[in-house]
């Protein structure tokens, strides 16, 4: 928090203090403008211009160079604006008041395996906790990141990456500004992957012959006219004038479809220029990052610097629809043709790169996001990785449980099933949902909620929280029977780490408990670690059956000077109070 707060103050200082300059560089634009035009004027008026053509030249150089001290400034403006937003945004974060941040709701999957039961993506979402990704692409590395397990040797380079970053906020909060401060899209990406894979007709060697010899033909005529005065050269001057904006203008349209679905695009790519830049410049440790850092170049040229000069290419495309400034460019040097021919040359060397420095910037946004979670939670561990289907967790609890009041409790999975009995409100879902979203986090390589752990990465598979499905005429039974098959089929394939909450509520007690039992031997002899939480008690009595593959394990209520107590700490055994009875009692309802 300390170092979020000392952040948005130093920049709001900092953004106080560019503002003033912003409004003083406008004035003085201004001022010089006036000046100017007053200067012509009174020159013009007393006939003795060529007096005031000095000064009117050294305000025109005044005035270009205010223009770029004030974009530049504007520039530094906006990033200190960024930066404040996004400081403030931590802060409201970690206070708890409220969460700023994408919460990658499109990516809600009620057919995945565990996300929607995990509530991995939506609002208050595991997602919306860890994301500050600021481009598309990080967006969708990040909500695919969280959709499977990695290999170990995957998850190991990722815990040393974040690691790592984790102790670069500044760093991390200047990749995420430059993101933020002309956000991309899903449209403009596809649009610059269309231009990439895209062909557009090209121009002939003889125009392009024309291009270089005309503008040259257009110089020597001015240049003699200037020493000899004789009017012929000036006609010339204007015929070969007139000829250049013809050659252009016979080319308008194959320009236009170079360019007409890649607006503002120029402006996107210097951010991403920006962004790469910060990753070139900056060394790193681990073996992923440097990985990440070696993929940046094309033809043994940074990338950095490639994305920039297709920026700027983009940006004089589009100055095509200025048509003062096109006339005027296109007349003296058949300026878009010079242009289109440089970004023709571009698209053939370098365009096949552009998808995997893109990927490159997404991975990096993914990593600072996992990062950004470690830096604010210094008590989360990092897993200590195993193949010998061991899972232990000390002190675990769900990481978007408020730090001050949440309660973590020891479990070891060495390899076992639990059956979890417990009343409602006693906590059974919520360490059902704690252990789920910790084994996502541990199987990507981002730390946990958690003192300690030691884990076996495993596919997890989850029947948690269904819905019907109204479109397909499915009810919401229908719809968990349908889930616990697809975990069935996934336990034939691989072992998993399974969770089950309270399965088969659309049937009667007998045919609920008859069920649950076989799907807990289903289970067992699918190999499955896991859990699976029952109101039944009596479907605990098979761990006497199976004491080498089953547990009882339980949430109490506790009831003491009339009042219900719930402790939210995991015991050994099967549940034995009745909070629902003792509830209705108290309340009069029995």
Not at 157 to 186: C, F, T, Y
Not at 387 to 413: C, M, Q, S, W, Y
Not at 522 to 540: L, P, S
């Amino acid at each position: 928090m300390e170092f979020y707060t000392s952040q948005r103050n130093s920049y709001s200082t900092a953004l106080t203090s560019l503002k003033k300059q912003y409004n003083t560089i406008s004035t003085l634009r201004l001022a010089i403008a006036v000046i100017a035009i007053a200067l012509g004027y009174y020159g013009l008026k007393q006939g003795n211009f060529n007096t005031y053509i000095v000064p009117i030249l050294g305000c025109v150089a005044v005035f270009v160079y205010l223009m770029k001290k004030h974009a530049d400034v504007a520039n530094k403006k906006l990033r200190a604006a960024t930066l404040v937003a996004i400081n403030k945004d931590e802060i409201t974060h970690l206070e708890r008041k409220g969460n700023n941040f994408d919460n990658g709701a499109e990516y809600i999957d009620f057919k995945h395996s565990y996300s929607y039961d995990l509530d991995i993506f939506g609002q208050n979402s595991l997602f919306q906790h860890i994301n500050r990704t600021e481009t598309y692409k990080g967006k969708e590395k990040l909500a695919n990141m969280l959709l499977a397990t990695l290999p170990i040797d995957s998850i190991l380079q990722n815990q040393e990456a974040v690691k790592e970053l984790a102790d670069k906020p500044e760093w991390r909060q200047e990749v995420q500004a430059l993101g933020r401060m002309k956000k991309d899209s899903n449209t403009t990406y596809s649009k610059l992957m269309e231009w990439c894979s895209g062909t557009t007709g090209a121009i002939n060697k003889i125009s392009y012959l024309f291009a270089v010899i005309a503008p040259l033909a257009l110089a020597g005529c001015f240049i003699t006219y200037m020493i000899t005065g004789e009017s012929s050269f000036f006609n010339g001057c204007i015929y070969i004038f007139i000829f250049n904006l013809f050659m252009v203008g016979g080319k308008a349209k194959l320009f236009k479809n170079e360019i007409s679905n890649t607006t503002e695009t120029d402006e996107i790519l210097h951010q991403y220029s920006l962004i790469i830049a910060q990753i070139e410049q900056t060394e790193f440790q681990s073996e992923k990052l440097n990985a990440l850092k070696q993929k940046l170049s094309s033809e043994g040229k940074p990338a950095g610097q490639l994305i920039k000069k297709l920026a700027t290419l983009f940006g004089q495309m589009d100055s095509i629809s200025n048509v003062f400034a096109a006339l005027l460019f296109n007349g003296f040097f058949q300026y878009h043709i010079h242009v289109f021919r440089g970004l023709q040359n571009w698209k053939k060397q370098h365009s096949s790169a552009i998808p995997v420095w893109l990927d490159v910037i997404a991975e990096f946004e993914a990593l600072n996001s996992l990062a950004n979670l470690y830096y604010n939670n210094k008590d989360y561990t990092f897993p200590k990785l195993n193949t010998n289907e061991t899972i232990i967790f000390k002190e675990l609890a769900h990481p978007l449980l408020n730090p001050a009041t949440r309660v973590g409790n020891d479990v070891i999975f060495q390899p076992q099933f639990t059956i979890l009995t417990g009343s409602n409100m006693s906590g059974k879902s919520t360490f059902l949902r704690s252990l789920g979203v910790n084994m996502v986090l541990a199987g990507i390589g981002a730390p946990v909620c958690a003192k300690e752990a030691t884990v076996h990465p495993l596919p997890v598979l989850v029947s948690m929280r269904l819905s019907d499905s109204l479109s397909d005429s499915e009810s919401y039974f229908f719809a968990e029977i349908k889930r616990l098959k697809q975990i069935m089929d996934a336990l034939h394939e691989k072992r998993s780490f399974v969770l089950l909450d309270e399965i088969l509520r659309g049937t009667n007690s007998d045919d609920k408990r008859t069920g649950t039992i076989a799907v807990v031997k289903k289970m067992i002899a699918g190999q499955a670690i896991g859990a699976i939480a029952t109101h039944d008690v009596e479907v605990c009595n098979i761990t006497a059956e199976h004491p080498e593959q089953l547990i009882n394990r339980c949430f109490e209520a506790n009831i003491a000077n009339n009042n219900l107590y719930f402790d939210y700490k995991l015991r050994d055994g099967i549940c034995k109070n009745k909070s629902a009875t003792f509830l209705m009692e108290k309340m009069g309802v029995i």
